[in-house]
Structure formats: structure tokens, C-alpha cells
């Protein structure tokens, strides 16, 4: 206990000594997060969407996804600023993050789409509706939710992984970490992970009233009335958004 009050007592100084002060690396942390993120969801956004829209392409975008789910972030980081160059070091971190947040991403897009009753899209089609119609009245509304879902997880793995960033010496919340260690610093060790954990559970706590505001009124209403009624498929799509696993459909 006396060295998470240490800790504290570290944070709330405000003496960050030969560090960057911590509003300074909580900004690189989410600066860095918001241009992988942002990167990584106009690239696996469209293209989930185009998946499920259309159902072409899932089994590949799964294997896509979990491979680069596989992939270790850190080795990668390594290899790319070695084959970049050490001035090359903000891209070579931006790239490890972006391949790290596009599973979650894809999933989430394409999911959205699948969990959402195939009765609701023939509706619209035998009212008229052209497919561009479909996709944005229909489609993207009822599957907003899972892709708000895939777009948390992204941002947690991200937000998370940027620690790793100040290996490379590109700062953020990391620096206390890793600097601390050959220092014997283990208040502001133990202070850093404190930063980076409230840090995560306060994005995460936003991302989760996000989720909630973005379900269409109706559906919030039907389901709050009867909760007993979600479909496997949407337990199934959820899962698969955050990367979770999921147990194979039940035998007919």
C-alpha cells in the first residue's frame, strides 16, 4: 500500500522531474490513438460494411482478422522502425496501431449488418427501396450499435498498446513505465499504469454511453420491454465485434 500511495502522491505533485508532465503524455497517448483509430476505421469501416451488405467476402475478412489479431504489436513496432528508419519512428507506431485496431473495426461493421433480421431488409426492398437506400436507412442505423461496439474494443487495444511507444522514445504514458524501471522508480512505474488504466476505464465508460445513445429509439424501447427476446444471432455478432469467442451454431 505505501507504494500506490507513493504513487499517488507522485501524480498529484505535479513534479514530473525529467519527464514530460502528464497532461502532455495523456495527450500524445490520445493523440496517437485517434490517428490509428481514425486510419483504421476508414480502411475496415467501408469495407465491413461492403462485406455485410453484400455477403461476399466474410470468410476472407475473418482470416484477415485473425491474423492480424496474431500479429505481436511490439515485435512489430521494432521491425517497422528498423525498416523505416529511426526518423521514420511516429509512422512505423501509427502503422503498428492501425493493423491492431482494423480486426475489431471489420468486425464490428460487418457484424452490425449480419445481426439485423433479413425480414426488416426484404421490407424495405418490397417497398421500393434502391440498395444505396437500404444501406443507409436500414443497414447502417440498425447496425450502429455493434459497430460503436467494434470501435470501443479498437480503442481500448490501441489506447492500451501506445504505451509501448515510448520504447522508441515517441513519449505518451508509457515514458513513466519503461524510464522508471532502470531508475527504481517504483512510484512513478506504478503511477504510470494507474494513468493508463483510468485513462482506459474513462474512454471506456464514454464508449459505453456512446453505444447506448446510438441504438434507434424503437429498438431501445422493444428491447427494454422485452429483454428476454435477443436473437443468438445478435449474442453471436457481439461477441465476434469485441473478439470474443463464440460456440458454434447448434445443430438443427
Known amino acids: 500500500m505505501n507504494l500506490i500511495g507513493e504513487a499517488l502522491a507522485w501524480i498529484f505533485s505535479g513534479d514530473s522531474g525529467q519527464f514530460d508532465s502528464i497532461p502532455a503524455a495523456i495527450g500524445v ?39 492480424a489479431r496474431a500479429i505481436p504489436s511490439f515485435g512489430l513496432l521494432i521491425l517497422l522502425t528498423l525498416l523505416l528508419g529511426v526518423l521514420h519512428k511516429p509512422e512505423a507506431a501509427v ?33 421500393g427501396m ?25 480503442t481500448l487495444q490501441v489506447l492500451a498498446t501506445v504505451t509501448i511507444a515510448a520504447y522508441i522514445g515517441l513519449g505518451g504514458l508509457g515514458q513513466y513505465i519503461i524510464a522508471a524501471i532502470p531508475l527504481r522508480r517504483f512510484d512513478i512505474l506504478i503511477g504510470g499504469a494507474i494513468l493508463v488504466a483510468v ?24 428491447g427494454s420491454a422485452q429483454p428476454q427476446r435477443r436473437s443468438v444471432r445478435q449474442r453471436r455478432a457481439e461477441a465476434i465485434a469485441v473478439g470474443a469467442p463464440t460456440a458454434p451454431p447448434a445443430a438443427p
Open 130 to 154: 434502391t440498395e444505396s437506400q437500404i444501406l443507409w436507412r436500414i443497414e447502417v442505423p440498425l447496425g450502429l450499435p455493434l459497430l460503436v461496439g467494434g470501435i470501443r474494443a479498437a
Open 199 to 222: 485513462l482506459a476505464l474513462v474512454i471506456d465508460g464514454l464508449f459505453a454511453l456512446l453505444q447506448h445513445l446510438v441504438v434507434p429509439r424503437g429498438i431501445r424501447a422493444a
Open 29 to 67: 497517448q490520445l493523440l496517437y490513438t485517434l490517428i490509428a483509430v481514425v486510419i483504421a476505421g476508414a480502411i475496415a469501416i467501408p469495407l465491413g460494411w461492403y462485406i455485410g451488405h453484400t455477403g461476399k467476402g466474410r470468410e476472407t475478412a475473418v482470416a484477415i482478422s485473425g491474423a
Open 95 to 127: 502503422i503498428s496501431f492501425v493493423v491492431l485496431a482494423i480486426p475489431s473495426l471489420l468486425a464490428g461493421a460487418y457484424t452490425g449488418f449480419e445481426a439485423i433480421d433479413r425480414r426488416v431488409i426484404d421490407a424495405g426492398r418490397s417497398m
